[in-house]
């Protein structure tokens, strides 16, 4: 069975959480970790991931790695490296010695394959070369996509207007799995947010740690503490039809704390 591991904690406990989940770091060439950085804005609004599990993020993998570096594309309301300097997390690249990458100026690769809405994108370069891709998305509600989870913190990596994809979000974030999907996805759900998500919602505290190798059963799971019904929600279904995971409640284990034991619901 596909593993997720729930930890409840006040600091975000990584090390607990992959420990949970039977993950043990290897050696890798690059190490790449694509954050939620989607706005300007502090993690403590829920809008952004807690540096906190940044700064725990790099120091499991930096010593594994002959280069680690942390990503993100620009965004809406603001460029990355924007993004990146106003939440803090420039300061926590610089403390630790790792540089950041703007995806929107990264080399960008032409990519091949059966997709559906991005058939004329390229994919940066950075985002393809990973041999460990490591994904920290917030747990978040969302105007367009009813939750902001795993899977929708992809869509960050695309290097153009994000806002061209909209009329076909659901096959651009299957898209993007499809063509690489994350090897490890740790979910920051220590400020989550509920509304007008994913940036001018309300934050809610849920002091929470979700870890997993399979990105789609981390939403599945992550949507049932949120007291969201995964059906309703559409690149879930579509990435469970297409493959990207395991959907199936019954087989996926949750493993430290239990759904009953930390669900508390979203407003959507």
């Known amino acids: 069975m596909v593993k997720v591991s729930v930890v409840r904690c006040e600091r975000p406990d990584v090390k607990g959480a992959l420990e949970l989940i039977d993950f043990t770091p290897g050696d890798y060439d690059l190490v790449a970790v694509k954050p939620n950085l989607c706005a300007p804005l502090p993690?403590?609004?829920?809008?952004?991931?807690?540096?906190?599990?940044?700064?725990e993020v790099i120091k499991i993998f930096k010593p594994c790695a002959e280069e680690l570096v942390v990503m993100e594309g620009n965004g809406f309301t603001a460029t990355a490296d924007e993004a990146a300097e106003k939440t803090g997390v420039l300061d926590v690249c610089s403390y630790f010695d790792v540089p950041f990458v703007n995806l929107s100026k990264d080399i960008a690769i032409p990519v091949k394959g059966e997709l559906k809405a991005l058939r004329d994108a390229r994919i940066p370069r950075t985002y393809l070369k990973a041999d460990l891709l490591v994904n920290l998305p917030v747990m978040k509600t969302h105007t367009l996509t009813t939750v902001s989870l795993g899977m929708k913190n992809l869509l960050g990596i695309l290097p153009g207007r994000k806002s061209t994809y909209h009329s076909r979000l659901s096959d651009a974030i299957c898209d993007i799995a499809r063509i690489r999907k994350p090897d490890l996805t740790i979910m920051?759900?220590?400020?989550?947010m509920e509304g007008e998500g994913p940036i001018s919602g309300s934050p809610k505290k849920m002091g929470l740690v979700l870890a997993s190798e399979d990105i789609l059963a981390l939403d599945i799971t992550a949507c049932q503490i949120m007291r969201v019904n995964p059906?309703?929600?559409?690149?879930?279904?579509?990435?469970?039809?297409?493959?990207?995971?395991?959907?199936?409640?019954?087989k996926i284990e949750v493993v430290g704390?239990?759904?009953?034991?930390?669900?508390?619901r979203f407003i959507v």
């Open 231 to 250: 059906v309703h929600v559409d690149h879930l279904q579509k990435a469970a039809y297409y493959g990207l995971g395991e959907s199936n409640p019954a």
């Open 257 to 264: 704390e239990q759904i009953p034991d930390v669900w508390d």
């Open 43 to 55: 993690y403590y609004t829920g809008a952004t991931t807690d540096l906190r599990m940044l700064e």
């Open 188 to 192: 920051d759900a220590i400020i989550g």
